[in-house]
């Protein structure tokens, strides 16, 4: 295997690992005015992704700087042509990171409700962008022979990019009320189960139209197989949950969706942004990659810092494991500012 080819099966890893933890802190919040009836039941649900929402980010982060150092013409192409998007997604991860830490920080019903509500909107508005970004980069953009997009500022809001951002929105959904009935106890935890069996069924058409859809363009036999092992995944985690097996369904959905994001990525390969216009103009992992000297040096620094990441990442997971309910929720209390006004 060739540095470029690592480095593409590297970001595909990170772009997992993002959906993986993200999607269901992202589901979490969009949770708050669904599955979270009361302000005390919201602040459980925080609670359940308070020590591991900002560390989940990092994965984005490590994705779009591999992406911008091995493939400096795929960023380029990828984020001039979808810039509008990306500028609003970046907006609503800026929004739901300030809700996060400012709703504690004065205790009024307004202004804990508007926060909440700043969360909810932010983590449905975020994962909708970045799941049409996904798609548009594994469907196409309207490139030329120079790599630029084609055509006015929306030219990437197609039916490929609205199917992506649902089918995100939908797992998100799914995957966090799963998250939730695994964190919590009591009628939470009924509720978010209830939710699972519920609508498990419909909310994950998109994201399996999605797949279908790479598939049809470029896909093989090996990743139809991969689609295949995706569906007896999904399936054997829904009748764990319907069983009550709450552990082993979360980690059997992680298992679909690594089988999932295999297959799209594997299909594609080796273009990594596809023209719309004319295959010639395809960019592939090799004609968008840096020069192995480049590639050589992220390959050792990714040895070395990726292993912390994921040592750091799973302590936390392990420490933070216990299940959360509203009787371990304090009453509000007025919080002594470290410095008082003269």
Do not use: C
């Not at 005390?40 to 929402?53: A, F, K, Q, S, Y």
């Not at 020069?291 to 392990?318: E, F, K």
Request: net charge positive; charged share 15%.
């Amino acid at each position: 295997m060739d540095l470029p080819t690592l480095w593409f099966v590297v970001i595909a890893v990170l772009w997992f690992g993002y959906l993986m933890l993200e999607s269901f802190d992202m589901g979490v919040l969009m949770h708050f005015f669904g599955i979270a009836r009361t302000p005390t039941e919201r602040r459980v649900l925080l609670n359940t992704i308070g020590p591991v929402w900002d560390g989940n980010e990092v994965w984005l982060i490590v994705a779009g700087a591999a992406t911008f150092a091995a493939f400096p013409y795929w960023y380029a192409s990828l984020f001039s042509g979808l810039y509008i998007p990306l500028v609003f997604a970046l907006f609503a991860l800026i929004v739901r990171a300030i809700a996060i830490e400012y709703r504690s920080k004065h205790h009024t019903e307004r202004w804990t409700a508007t926060w909440d509500r700043l969360m909810a909107i932010a983590s449905l508005l975020a994962s909708f962008l970045v799941g049409a970004l996904l798609a548009v980069t594994t469907t196409g953009l309207p490139l030329n022979e120079n790599g630029d997009r084609v055509g006015g500022p929306w030219a990437w809001f197609s039916w490929p990019a609205v199917i992506g951002g649902l089918a995100l929105v939908g797992f998100s959904l799914i995957h966090g009320a799963n998250f939730l009935a695994l964190r919590t106890e009591g009628e939470l935890r009924e509720r978010s189960r209830a939710f699972v069996l519920r609508w498990t069924p419909l909310l994950i058409l998109p994201l399996l139209a999605w797949v279908i859809i790479v598939q049809v363009q470029s896909g093989s036999a090996f990743t139809w197989t991969l689609v295949v092992l995706a569906a007896i995944a999904l399936v054997a985690a829904y009748l764990l949950i319907r069983a009550k097996r709450q552990k082993a369904g979360f980690i059997t959905m992680g298992v679909f969706l690594a089988f999932g994001v295999a297959a799209i990525f594997a299909a594609v390969f080796p273009v990594v942004l596809p023209s719309t216009i004319d295959p010639a103009f395809n960019l592939t992992v090799w004609n968008a990659a840096s020069g192995d000297y480049t590639l050589g040096v992220m390959t050792v620094i990714a040895l070395l810092g990726l292993p912390a990441v994921i040592i750091t990442q799973a302590w936390s997971y392990r420490t933070f494991s216990k299940r959360l309910a509203t009787k371990h929720i304090p009453e509000i209390h007025e919080i002594v500012p470290a410095v008082r006004k003269k």
